[in-house]
């Protein structure tokens, strides 16, 4: 459902406004969530039926050389969720997402992947774990020299056998899904930024993993083509329910895709604001400082803390400041 821009300021504005109400009320639940508490907390949303986490970090530090990066962080990614990791420029987020695809290994802890353990698989085994993983990297890097078919057909090309005729379907149902099956043929140079980081999520999504990774998927973006983008994440998770990852810097898009939901009817596929309690439970948040978990819980639980330094990170964002 498209909006304009005022509409979706507004709706910023009424999380600022929403926030301070549950800060008066003195809500402070579900700060710095133990990830069992977090596991309990997701068992409970899905029924009784807890699912396999999708992504565990068990104690895990990594550092580049004196520099460490992150210091026996725990947390559970639930299975056909979607997380959203939060945290300044240099907390570790692009590390977090690499150490997941086994491309940096950590000094100490236990990653697993679908229940694998990848912080010490051979590269061999490490390739069948990364064929179930989509990865949107934060330098949105599509091959200039390919057209928009060859790029999202890319992995399905060079990794499968996979006939060229179903591949080209499938190129074509996911551009499809991300509104630019026109673009098909062309080049792209011929794209806009925006159209190329949705070219770029197509092709993450093309071969259908069960993981998601977006690193930074809106930034330097503007507003409207961001929400574009937001758009797909949330009909990634509501409509194919793929479990992702989504990293960002940017605060509304964080809470865009955790407060929309994407319903199809019998005139298409529409995303817009979900109403009541739910709202708040399209996706958990981790956010990363200082080496660590320094919040893991809901968007209402996030609006709600106390903390000095998510008070500043959230709503420094925006006027009034
Ligand atoms: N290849 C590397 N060699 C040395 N240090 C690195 C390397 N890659 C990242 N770092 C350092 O690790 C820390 C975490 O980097 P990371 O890329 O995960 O940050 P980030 O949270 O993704 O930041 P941003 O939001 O700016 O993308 C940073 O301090 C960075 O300087
Ligand atoms: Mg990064």
Same mark, same amino acid.
């Given at each position: ?25 003195? &809500? ?15 068992? !409970?949303?899905?029924?009784? !039926?807890? /699912?396999?986490?999708?992504?565990? =970090? ?9 520099h ?9 990614? /639930? ?6 990791l ?8 692009s ?8 491309? =940096? ?5 236990? +990653?697993? *992947? ?5 912080d ?16 949107? =990297?934060?330098?949105t ?18 990794? @499968?056998?996979?006939?060229?005729? &179903?591949?080209?379907?499938? *190129? !074509? ?7 630019l099956?026109?673009?098909?043929? @062309? ?7 925006? !159209?190329?980081?949705?070219?770029? +999520? ?11 990774? =977006? ?7 503007? /507003?409207?083509?961001?929400? @574009? ?12 329910? *793929?479990?992702?990852?989504?990293? @960002?810097?940017? +605060?509304?898009?964080?809470f865009y ?13 529409? *995303?817009g ?25 809901s ?19 925006? /006027?009034p400041?």
């Amino acid at each position: 459902m498209p909006e304009d821009g005022a509409m979706r300021f507004a709706d910023h504005m009424y999380f600022r406004h929403d926030a301070r109400a549950i800060r008066g009320a003195g &809500d402070t639940t579900g700060e710095r969530l133990s990830p069992t508490r977090r596991s309990t907390v997701m068992r !409970q949303r899905s029924g009784n !039926q807890e /699912p396999e986490p999708a992504v565990v =970090f068990d104690k895990v530090s990594f550092a580049f050389d004196a520099h460490v990066v992150l210091r026996d962080v725990s947390f559970a990614i /639930p299975a056909g969720g979607m997380t959203i990791l939060l945290g300044a420029s240099g907390s570790g987020k692009s590390i977090v997402l690499k150490l997941i695809l086994g491309l =940096f290994r950590p000094d100490s802890g236990q +990653i697993l *992947v679908n229940g694998r353990r990848v912080d010490n698989m051979r590269e061999r085994d490490l390739l069948s774990i990364r064929a179930d993983i989509g990865m949107l =990297f934060q330098e949105t890097a599509l091959f200039d020299s390919l057209t928009v078919a060859e790029n999202v057909g890319y992995r399905l090309y060079e990794e @499968t056998d996979t006939p060229e005729r &179903d591949v080209r379907r499938r *190129v !074509q149902e996911v551009l499809g899904f991300i509104g630019l099956a026109e673009y098909i043929d @062309t080049m792209p140079a011929e794209l806009s930024g925006g !159209q190329r980081r949705r070219v770029a +999520i197509a092709r993450a999504m093309a071969a259908k993993p069960g993981l998601l990774l =977006f690193d930074d998927p809106t930034t330097g973006l503007d /507003p409207i083509t961001a929400t @574009t983008v937001d758009d797909e994440i949330v009909k990634l998770r509501d409509l194919e329910h *793929v479990t992702s990852i989504v990293v @960002t810097h940017q +605060i509304r898009d964080a809470f865009y895709v955790a407060t929309h939901r994407a319903v199809r009817t019998s005139d298409g596929v529409h *995303v817009g604001a979900a109403e009541g309690t739910t709202a708040w439970r399209a996706a958990e948040f981790i956010v990363l400082h200082d080496a660590g978990i320094l919040f893991e819980g809901s968007a209402s639980e996030l609006l709600a803390s106390r903390d000095a330094y998510l008070k500043e990170f959230l709503f420094m964002t925006l /006027p009034p400041w």
